[in-house]
């Protein structure tokens, strides 16, 4: 079959999407010597973009080095070659990346955009300098605290600011001007709304208003005038013929109480009960009425013409009254949006800067006009291969953009690939469109020259977890009771995208969800259902390690993490460890509290607050008492209520060095009982330790800095054998042995609730011509009868597909075992995911539990549990030893971190050709910072010079890095690294810092004979000292 140059791959979650576009890079860079050059590969985050690095290094490595022989055979018959030429090339390719390393072009779409925008600056008519601005949050605060301090009293800015104001008020939603206006300003960073941006008034916004006000007033003041003078014509007739509502059919809440209540002004359009009047006259009245025969004479002749003369205004009318009113509601909050707008250009302008979000619409506006944009012809001459990962993720203008380039290398017969699945397409909210996959960029490109692949086999889950998921996530839509939205479902969902089992999963695999009742306390019921699943886990011979707890936000995620911390405080037997970069603020704690509160109340010995809190906190955390009544005590009397030793050393507690200060804290008031939030403690330390070094040590100046950094997270990643704790978002991409959601509660549908409003775009031509502007109306579920009912319906459908999405990402993440909490339907019908999955289980859910599979028990004996520290100790300032901040020889903390930087690269490290791919992965890991790269280069590279270190990082070794072992009593050690010399040595190296010791020497002693024992060569030791190049054989 004729390979085609537009290659399509469409897959499902666990199918090798990153290998399968890694593969492809190297067959690609393969074609000559310098191809790779030629080769753009971008996808989402640096994490990813990392990640493809080091894969594709780690793949042509092992290929040079003769393994991954299928694919260096499928490689060799493509260009028609010997294996043995494959593997020459692969050697050629390591070489040229690894000292060309800046053409090695894999990046991120931001990323690689702004360095057009760079090359071109003066072509792209910018002034002078500029620099990008990544903390759109920064600029969301600048530019509303501008335009509010910008305000002129009396002006038409103030009036709108006012109604804003006071339809949130009237509305029950709790109001702060500057979050309303901060989350305006961010709405116009989305790609929806710059999609439209240009269509919007910039001029006199002011009188595009009152334009619209008059229009919705007239609009508003005709359909109720004309409605109210027909009820009350209707309503006369009656009462002039002696009637009331006793005599009517459900009196007030049938036909004449909609009459009555229609020439009250209460407007309504006419229901069931009222609209069956106009088909049979009898539906007026009582069958038992003693003057029946009267009234359905006056029903023929009169009441019903009049009635359905009403009927006929709101079939005319109705549509466009109701949607004046829709408009009415947030008209204020549309001319304040539109002076934003003007103010965030203002910004932009003032400071030189483009923000983050600008670049591809940008791009975009400069190409749009161009068959060939000038600024792409560089870029296509050195590019001719483009190859796209999570393609699903791909905003309209970053196709538009990338559209171009593609069409140019398909026009010289250049090979481009697209990678993607779009039931992972959750990032609707930064503008990804999964019909860019679907339909889009299948319309764009000449059909001629596609190639679509499905990637059919999983090659990450056990098979019971693939037909699990194959079943439900192919039949969810028959759930659906609205058409339009079960048919769309169903295309996403579409039975071709069944996946396979690869032949090491058979058999393997668990699914367990729990639906509790309704009424259970969910939060509690989430609890326990995590606590319990991962001792099930761990009681299997798993490790923390093993485990993801996957939830929807960081709100769910600080409610499992404080219960895994209190857990871990408690039991002995199971590890809760976790790592989250996102669950707890360290300020939560409030042990931390009282320690701010203690700081304020030694900066003023005065606040009464700052002591009554202190009071507080220590009758109910360390007392463990509530009985006391300290509200209308003197400062005096609070005093003498805590430890003597507190109230009796207030002053020289006071002067002591803030770190030296908290440590005589944490001992008086025997903080360390409080178990659970020692983690919490032990950061809030680290961060002291941090502001004493860069700061100072004074109080009032760490409640200065506090004030703007206290929001920093609780930060447990650096434990390597722990419970991950993530985001839906976050996890997308990755992979878990055992995964466990505590919440699957999130709606189907989104919602203007709970404060999370959510605007659809609505084009104002269909309400009236002379309006041709976008306009902002507030999404509700229960989409009011509009013009704009297809801008809702559409909206309904997209928000269906981003919440299924959420659950098939976080279900496809499991390897071995998926335990869900999830909730038993309350009614028949289907609200949020978890009635959705109740609806596809509910015959095969016993005692409130779905079960399939079984967890296969791992024997491996472990020792590597990691605990939280349960204990904190603090002594006496008097009483400490005093530790020098630098050493002798001058190695100072900055430098200690170093070392441990360069302990850390070193893993990465197998010979000397791979510096520059380990800092790159180190980099990508977040251990060095970018601009740390070209000291680290250097060392290593001055490192790497010195024959007595060289020689054990010669290619030709065969090398392992941080290799454990267990000693016959079970202990673990970790080796740094172990080298089998080409003369039939075997040397394990042990890296240090400082000075020489003998402790050192012995524990390389210790190596030796541990090696010893897997070894039938003669093994030696080496102890490097990275810090001063020094050798010691052993």
């Known amino acids: 079959m004729t390979r085609k140059p537009f290659i399509i791959y469409k897959s499902s979650a666990g199918s090798g999407k990153t290998y399968t576009l890694s593969k492809n890079y190297i067959r690609l860079a393969l074609k000559s010597k310098n191809h790779f050059k030629k080769i753009l590969a971008v996808t989402f985050t640096n994490k990813a973009a990392g990640e493809m690095k080091s894969r594709i290094l780690e793949m042509i490595h092992r290929m040079a080095n003769g393994e991954e022989k299928d694919l260096i055979i499928e490689f060799s018959k493509f260009y028609n070659v010997s294996p043995e030429d494959i593997i020459s090339r692969c050697n050629n390719l390591k070489s040229k990346i690894l000292h060309n390393y800046s053409y090695f072009s894999i990046t991120t779409i931001d990323t690689f955009f702004y360095s057009i925008i760079q090359s071109f600056t003066r072509d792209l008519k910018f002034r002078g300098k500029f620099n990008i601005d990544m903390d759109l949050e920064f600029v969301a605060n600048e530019v509303v605290n501008n335009f509010l301090r910008n305000i002129k009293k009396n002006s038409y800015t103030t009036k709108w600011l006012t109604e804003f104001s006071k339809n949130k008020i009237i509305n029950g939603k709790d109001f702060l001007i500057n979050n309303e206006l901060i989350k305006m300003v961010k709405n116009l960073f989305s790609e929806e709304f710059k999609s439209l941006s240009n269509q919007f008034p910039r001029e006199d916004v002011s009188s595009k208003i009152n334009e619209l006000k008059k229009e919705i007033y007239f609009i508003k003041k005709d359909f109720e005038s004309k409605i109210i003078k ?109 002076i934003l707008q003007n103010q965030v250009r203002d910004y932009r302008d003032e400071n030189e800067v483009i923000l983050i979000s600008d670049i591809s619409e940008l791009l975009y506006e400069v190409i749009k006009d161009e068959k060939i944009p000038f600024i792409f012809e560089k870029v296509g001459n050195t590019f001719k291969n483009f190859l796209i990962d999570e393609f699903q993720d791909t905003s309209h203008f970053q196709w538009k953009n990338f559209k171009s380039l593609i069409e140019e290398s398909l ?52 098979e019971k977890i693939i037909l699990f998921n194959n079943k439900i996530f192919s039949s969810l839509n028959k759930h659906i009771s609205q058409k339009v939205i079960s048919d769309h479902i169903g295309k996403v969902y579409n039975n071709s995208l069944i996946q396979n089992t690869s032949d090491m999963m058979f058999n393997a695999g668990y699914v367990e969800i729990v639906f509790e009742d309704d009424q259970e306390d969910k939060i509690e019921t989430a609890k326990k259902h995590t606590i319990e699943s991962i001792k099930k886990i761990q009681d299997n011979g ?56 203690v700081f304020n109340y030694f900066s003023n010995f005065r606040d009464r607050l700052a002591l009554s809190e202190i009071l507080h906190f220590y009758y109910i955390k360390i007392l463990n008492s509530d009985k006391y009544d300290h509200y209308s005590l003197s400062n005096e009397e609070k005093l003498n209520l805590l430890p003597s030793q507190f109230k009796n050393n207030l002053f020289s507690i006071s002067r002591l060095p803030i770190y030296e200060m908290v440590e005589e804290l944490i001992r008086i008031f025997e903080l360390k009982k409080i178990k659970s939030h020692i983690p919490f403690l032990q950061a809030f330390m680290d961060l002291i330790l941090e502001f004493k070094q860069s700061k ?50 999130w709606p189907l549908d989104n919602d203007s609730r709970g404060g999370k409003e959510k605007l659809i775009w609505v084009d104002l031509k269909s309400f009236d011509e002379r309006f041709d502007f976008p306009y902002p109306l507030k999404y509700k579920s229960s989409h009011p009868k509009s013009l704009f009912e297809e801008f809702y319906i559409n909206e309904r459908i997209k928000a ?77 300032w008097k009483d400490r030893i005093i530790i020098r901040t630098s050493s002798e020889n001058g190695i100072d903390f900055e430098n200690i971190n170093r070392g441990k930087k360069i302990h850390d690269i070193l893993y990465f490290i197998h010979n000397y050709n791979d510096i520059n791919q380990s800092l790159e992965i180190a980099e990508s890991k977040n251990i060095i910072e970018q601009k740390e790269r070209k000291f680290f280069k250097n060392f290593f590279d001055k490192l790497f010079k010195i024959e007595n270190i060289r020689k054990f990082f010669n290619p030709k070794n065969i090398s392992f890095n941080e290799v454990e072992i267990l000693n016959d009593k079970g202990d673990v050690y970790r080796l740094d690294r172990v080298v089998e010399m080409s003369d039939n040595l075997v040397y394990v190296i042990d890296y240090k810092t400082g000075e020489i010791r003998d402790s050192y020497i012995k524990q390389v002693e210790n190596y030796k004979d541990l090696l010893s024992e897997i070894y039938s060569k003669e093994i030696k030791g080496l102890l490097i000292y990275v810090d001063s190049n020094k050798t010691i054989e052993i």
Request: some cysteine; overall charge neutral; glycine content about 6%.
């Open 800 to 876: 269906y597909e981003d919440n299924i999405n959420l659950m098939y990402v976080s279900f496809t993440r499991p390897r071995l075992g998926l335990f869900v909490n999830a909730n038993k339907m309350s009614s028949n019908d289907v609200k949020n995911v978890s009635d959705l999955l109740y609806s596809s289980l509910k015959d095969k859910i016993r005692n409130k539990i779905y079960i399939t599979g079984k967890i296969k028990r791992d024997n491996i004996v472990r020792n590597d549990k990691v605990f939280y520290q349960k204990n904190y100790p603090s002594y006496s």
């Open 542 to 597: 798993y490790s923390a390690g093993d485990i993801g707890i996957i939830v929807r936000d960081n709100k769910d995620a600080k409610i499992i993490a404080e219960a895994l911390i209190e857990e871990s405080a408690n039991v002995s037997k199971y590890n809760f460890n976790h790592v989250s970069a996102d669950a707890l603020e360290i300020k939560s704690s409030p042990v931390v509290g009282f320690l701010i509160s």
């Open 696 to 745: 100072g040590r004074e109080i009032t100046s760490f409640l200065d800095w506090w004030e703007k950094n206290s929001n920093k997270k609780l930060n447990l990643s650096s434990q390597k054998n722990a419970i991950q704790l993530i985001t839906i978002h976050k996890s997308k991409g990755l992979e878990f042995n055992f995964v466990i959601m505590p919440f699957l509660n």
């Open 230 to 338: 027909q009820s009350k014509t209707l309503l006369k007739s009656i009462h002039d013929n002696g009637y009331d509502f006793d005599d009517f059919k459900y009196k007030e809440k049938g036909v004449y109480g909609y009459i009555n209540n229609l020439s009250a002004g209460s407007i309504k359009s006419p229901g069931k009960r009222v609209l069956s009047c106009l088909e049979d006259n009898n539906n007026w009245i009582n069958k038992s009425h003693h003057k029946k025969e009267e009234i359905l004479s006056l029903i023929d002749n009169d009441f019903n013409s009049q009635l359905n003369k009403i009927i006929q205004v709101f079939d005319d009318e109705f549509l466009k009254y109701n949607t004046a009113l829709e408009l009415r509601n947030n008209i204020y909050a549309f001319g304040i949006t539109g």
């Open 411 to 462: 026009a010289s017969g250049d090979e481009n690939i697209i990678v993607g699945d779009i039931k992972q397409s959750i990032y609707r909210w930064r503008g990804s469109d999964s019909d860019i996959m679907e339909n889009v960029v299948l319309s764009d490109i000449d059909s001629s020259l596609h190639q679509i692949t499905h990637l059919s086999t999983n090659w990450r889950s056990g």
